[in-house]
């Protein structure tokens, strides 16, 4: 058993804190997901779920990871053979890559250096050379977690149309929802990924897709194999506020409050929260000498920052020295960056004083593990956040 | 909004009522799904599980509903084309086949008049008709939610080793364990499937696969497509304590104390104090001079009730008019007995006075409905509930 | 420890089975008691504690038992020497009393037999012989919590108005507010003392003065000596919504809560809810062929029932029986009826089915400790709880 | 409403920041105070309550405030007329002082300059003087929360020695218990006073009396009238492990819980903890360019640090400030040191990261309100904590 003297810093980039509000409602009674009172929850959580993806269209939520997700977008829409490109932005490109696989997609995966966004470019070039339209759907993950870059959804859009293709654009926004802004309609996203566990600031086991009418219209013509993940029984079941299997209602409780709260703060609120947290923490990683994961200053994250090690350093011994003394949880490198980068999620319910702590904790836990680095990035920051009038404390009546 | 002025009461044969403490358990801050404290979490469920399941096999837990598990049981050890065996007991027995057709397997679903366990006589007569083994699984359900008929799985592992048949034994136990004794291992199931929200006393959310030696080999040699419900992926994780996805942790915390709970009880006294609730029950059917659904005397689920409406009266309309008037739950019918049944269920976190309190709105319910019956169906179950010695509430130091 | 295998009937009469939404109200951090969140709390409570109290008046709220408040009338108004008339309800009277007693007053004890509320006439009769106008104050017990029987408190107003006399009027509704008609402006109180753990649903720790401002001018002209209690401090402060010492802000956090549920639900709904359970439970005691510990008709409270052991019959090893076979509390006998009476309660957060089972447990009990009575008491209470029209269950939009 | 977008810093001196475990033990269904599960608890909250108190004999429990502990003390030992030493330490010990002129004590307040320990040698003096012992109690202030300064109550009960007098010492340590050694018997402390909002984690609404043999004799000795305050009745009902009027049982469950994760920390780690958060930030302080309120370097309070305001600067404008910027609480200067002092708590579930968001939100709010100070106080905070071999975070099995 872990003694803990006050309250852990769960600084990674997901699951992130989840607000007393939002866990309290989800303590209550468990009902009966085909009565009366459940349909009102159900209708409710919908609706707000639509909002902050921004889109008129149908939200599934699955009781699931948001790895679910994915594959439930993949099932959905694609058959065996399909053909898909994907951008490797990183780990969770790479996983999501997998499951493709899995599903014997024929996938074109651009590769990557994990320090950018996807490379738009290089994917507009792929769509316009295929004239035959042999490419069925293009995806691409929003916000990258395991390097804390940026892909924009609606460049994406725009070289599809540049290159006048077909294919579905499906964007994992897992850890860019509710943290930063998203138009699934807007940017013409046909499905959006999500999960509980990041912006939404619900612990995990929900998971999303917002689909477009277009994505719709090729799960109706898609023959491959599916049923737990199936869009089309669940917005059957969805018109009466019900599910077509036990949905997952107290964590729908739960969500309930947490798009609540999000709205009473305001969503652009949110997302400025973010952005301001998220330069404070570059700031801060500018002046203890270290650099950013992503290297291109366009696509930085408003919801995590991967900080590089400095040579001869490992990120996870630095991690463990932080657990330890200051009962702080950092995001480990993943996979090809294992040990070289370490993550600092500023996701969530989260505010100043709770980012000075975490950069405090990841100072002094430099300074313990013997990393090099310059003393004083917790100044830098505090020199971000006192610029207040970017973003004040939203009041609501 | 619904104004409670005192504790619903949902007596649905699941979601079932959580007790304080497992709410209470989900009611903490979400934690590191890859650091210690949650490995200390995840060793702990999994051996908790084991106990449950009676098994020393790996117990695989999904964030998913019950239906979840029933679809990883499948992808794991069939492919499309597979032939398996099915025993229409009722309306979840439909829905475990409906998935089976979607994944195209070749079902043989032997039918039954919903009142009856599985016919066990004639699967094992199709077994031994198969002489070449085309048969790769027979699949049942142990505890028919729908109906309240039992089927005992060890009489269908008897049936199997009869016919000296290889087939998989795949058992559905969702709203079984935890209420009734299940032996995975002693049984010989190969795949026990369950879910959170019945005799675990859990929120929905959580799926379950206990699997066999054999069902693992079945798994392994198994071409068919999978990615989410990957029995190796979740078994390798496991070893660390941990998952290949991000678990559904605060739904964790909350098992980890049901289970704790369920071994305070003792698991023997939680089986006695269903069966006794369950005759309790059926004494009050009687005494109203109603039948149960369930036809045979030695199939009655210590779990639920499902009660016949007598002839020209509506379940549905009986069952709003005790939703409306006093505030319970009760399960509809389901499918082909839409109307004509309805459920009570008696199963979780439940005591003497909860069941009378449940009875006795049943007992108003039939007056207000002017459903024709005899009053002193609660008498009736007092007489069974008084005779004490049975089953004395169990302390532990 | 003990084991719950389900939901403990908490039956006494009070403290009461306390609502979610109040218990989760209570489980948010705590704030500062100076800041102003706080103040909003402080503003919303005092309102809302007016309206239940129906006065324009203060209504001081204490961190402490009912017990407190009682004193903190007595000592707010009162001297040592002072003359007060009292009338022996039953054991909250003498306890009432007993405090009288401590701080040198000069207590008149109209004696009672404890099964009808106060002697008003013979009150009144010392009133009127008191031309002197000696007698400082009338104190009664609303709602006597020992005995089940009322004393109208207007009916009290009427008796010192026709005898002219100036005393004031004390009135002890600890265990009335908030499940019975209470009106502290109309009916001429001048310090109603109440507590939480009662109609209000909340667990104890909580104690209340409200105050007419005869009682004020009472107050101001008293030399007695007082801190903790001194309303006149309290109130200065509470005019900035806030208390001259640390309050039990999560308690007042609970108390927001309950006060909002009994306005949602309509406090006559409240009352008309409480009457009924009343009714259902005395139609269960006659059909046991039991009495009623209180013996006049008109006096039954709404909120818990004092049943009469038969002669030769424990009333606490009958209590203990149903304890350790249903996990049922139900309420003592009390001083001079300890072991002849058990009481019932049916107060605060309370259904028609939590009812029954509580009623339920009390006629297994009776059979279980061989108390000679009749079945049937349950069948008689379902008659009277089926007449639903007297009392749907409120909803609000 | 106010919109919190992460968790409010609630930096006061008490009420403290109660953890989660804490919140969730009270939110549990309340029970019968007078039943055998509650006694359970109520020996356990008792015989905890002495190993903080660091006592063999009785510690009494009121539902009150703090401030109802302090009357509570004095209305047990004292009766009007007698004399008593008090000294004048700040705002706590002139309101201590405010009751005991209530209860027409006549007290001898030695003068203060609000910025060190109570004057030993001037109390001695005194008790020197006293020949004839007029002098029934001496009553100091263990951590004047209004001030941050210390008088140890050891080298009173030295000086009561030395001087050969028998007056009581009575000690309030409502700040102090659970953040600092305390020692009640091994000291001869007659009455310890404490509350539940400070050390002990909890919300507010419980006080507490420890007391010696020779405090109970003084108040069986004593006239004075009394009754909630009474030890004596306590007393005998805690023998059954229960009270005479109904305890606030949610608190106590809180309380069971926080005496427990005390003990699992271990008191001397927790007492550790405090003095080096206490060191850090005044290193902090001093690094800013400001001074503490506390003069007396060997009397700093290891749970709080008042800081004093530079000249010309308000500090509760900068209190504001901090509030709506960070929101974050901080105490505010109390009577004569208003708007010249505010107070920094870093008592009870705390540890070092919150700390560093804590001084951060100082350090900010500095520079908001242009309150001169040099920057780099949180540098000067990290040097301390960094020092890890002080105070490694406790793990227990």
Redesign the interface.
């Known amino acids: 058993?872990?003694?803990?003297?006050?309250?852990?810093?769960?600084q990674?980039p997901?699951?992130t804190?989840?607000?007393?509000?939002v866990?309290?409602a989800?303590?209550?009674?468990?009902?009966?997901?085909?009565?009366?009172?459940f349909a009102?929850l159900g209708f409710a959580v919908m609706a707000a779920s639509q909002r902050i993806f921004r889109t008129k269209q149908p939200v599934i939520i699955y009781?699931?990871?948001?790895?679910?997700a994915w594959?439930a977008a993949i099932v959905n829409t694609l058959a065996?053979g399909d053909k898909v490109l994907m951008a490797e932005t990183g780990q969770f490109a790479v996983l999501w890559k997998?499951?493709a696989d899995?599903?014997?997609l024929d996938v074109d995966f651009i590769s990557g250096d994990w320090r950018h966004g996807a490379d738009i470019a290089a994917i507009e070039q792929r769509l316009v050379e295929d004239k035959a339209h042999k490419i069925k759907a293009v995806c691409v993950v929003h916000n990258e977690t395991s390097t804390g870059c940026l892909t924009p959804p609606l460049e994406m859009r725009k070289a599809l149309d540049r290159a006048g293709h077909p294919a579905l654009l499906m964007v994992d926004t897992i850890s860019g929802l509710g943290s930063m802004e998203y138009e699934h309609d807007a940017w013409g996203v046909d499905v959006s990924v999500a999960?509980s566990?990041k912006g939404l600031m619900l612990?995990?086991?929900l998971g999303f897709n917002a689909v477009s009418e277009k994505a719709l219209a090729a799960a109706k013509a898609n023959p491959g194999?599916?049923?737990?993940w199936?869009w089309q029984e669940v917005i059957t079941f969805n018109k009466l506020g019900t599910f077509?299997?036990?949905?997952?209602?107290?964590?729908l409780m739960g969500l309930h409050e947490a798009l609540k709260?999000l709205e009473?703060?305001g969503h652009e609120n949110?997302f400025a929260?973010h952005r301001r947290h998220s330069l404070a923490t570059r700031a801060a990683v500018k002046a203890w000498g270290l650099d950013t994961q992503c290297a291109d200053p366009q696509a930085h994250s408003p919801a995590l920052t991967g900080v590089v090690m400095p040579e001869g350093h490992d990120a996870d011994a630095f991690r463990k020295t932080v657990?330890?003394?200051?009962?702080?949880?950092l995001g480990?490198g993943l996979n090809k960056i294992k040990g070289k980068v370490f993550r600092i999620g500023h996701i969530g319910?989260?505010?100043?004083?709770?980012?000075?702590?975490?950069l405090?904790?990841v100072?002094?836990g430099l300074?313990?593990a013997n990393v090099p680095h310059r003393?004083?990035g917790?100044?830098a920051a505090?020199d971000v956040?006192?610029a207040?009038e970017a973003a004040?404390?939203?009041?609501?009546?």
Chains 1, 2, 3, 4 share one sequence.
């Open positions: 058993m872990t003694v803990h003297t006050g309250r852990h810093f769960l990674i997901g699951p804190n989840v607000p007393d509000r866990l309290r989800m303590d209550m009674p468990t009902l009966d997901h085909r009565g009366p009172e009102e009781p699931s990871s948001g790895t679910g594959e065996p997998g499951i899995k599903f014997k999960g566990q612990p995990p086991g194999m599916r049923s737990y199936d077509p299997y036990t949905p997952a209602c107290n964590l709260m009473e703060e949110v929260r657990l330890e003394n200051f009962d702080m949880s480990t319910h989260f505010n100043d004083l709770m980012l000075m702590g975490t405090s904790g100072e002094m300074a313990l003393a004083g917790v100044l505090m956040l006192k207040r004040p404390i939203p009041k609501v009546a």
